[in-house]
């Protein structure tokens, strides 16, 4: 039951008869054989429709359900780093998260720091960022680095689809090439990030480098 005394009536074509008074509108719809629906109660004065609320309420529910089944088939997945992980280790890392994007999942790739790494959160922060230069072609950054307690993340969201690029006699590269091309740009870019320097006998904190 619409109590406001007047409303802005939008008609069954689409079309805007402006403000009039409740019963007035609701007199319309009664003429046409249809309900008046308040689409805009916030407004001032609040919008209202003459439509068949029927009908209004299939397509509300039609549209949640789609909404839903885009929400479904797009799962989120996981990769973990750690700041002293190996080329062999991070090469797998990244075909993995590679294989997720391409499948239309969105990826969290996570550095752990143990111990006195927290100290050293840039080099989570660069081995995230490069590793993440690493996977372009196949995702984007949709979350830049945040640190959370120990770990640090990004989130990577797929891209469309490309073409597969054509060698020069014209044939599709291989799964196994694309697989080498991600651990080839990986050792280029030397994403493991150096250890850090030991501690000295007595047990002090190496000394920091000047900015």
Do not use: W
Not at 69 to 93: C, G, N, P, Y
Not at 141 to 164: C, D, F, T
């Amino acid at each position: 039951m619409i109590r406001i005394r007047e409303v802005r009536i939008i008609d069954d074509e689409g079309q805007q008869l402006g403000v009039m008074p409740t019963f007035k509108a609701l007199a319309l719809a009664q003429e046409k054989g249809l309900d008046l629906v308040e689409v805009a109660p916030t407004a001032v004065p609040p919008v209202c429709r003459i439509l068949d609320y029927g009908q209004y309420k299939y397509e509300l529910q039609k549209r949640e359900r789609e909404q839903k089944k885009k929400q479904k088939s797009q799962t989120f997945k996981e990769v973990r780093l750690a700041v002293k992980i190996d080329v062999h280790d991070l090469k797998t890392k990244a075909r993995r998260a590679a294989e997720f994007l391409d499948k239309g999942d969105r990826v969290k790739v996570t550095v752990r720091f143990r111990g006195r790494e927290i100290s050293h959160s840039n080099l989570g922060r660069d081995l995230l960022m490069r590793t993440a230069e690493v996977l372009a072609e196949h995702g984007i950054v949709e979350r830049q680095p945040l640190l959370e307690g120990r770990s640090m993340y990004i989130v990577m969201a797929p891209v469309e689809k490309r073409p597969e690029k054509k060698s020069e006699n014209g044939d599709a590269a291989s799964s196994a090439d694309a697989g080498d091309t991600i651990g080839d740009a990986i050792a280029a870019k030397s994403l493991v990030p150096p250890r850090e320097p030991a501690a000295s006998a007595s047990g002090e904190a190496p000394a920091q480098q000047g900015s």
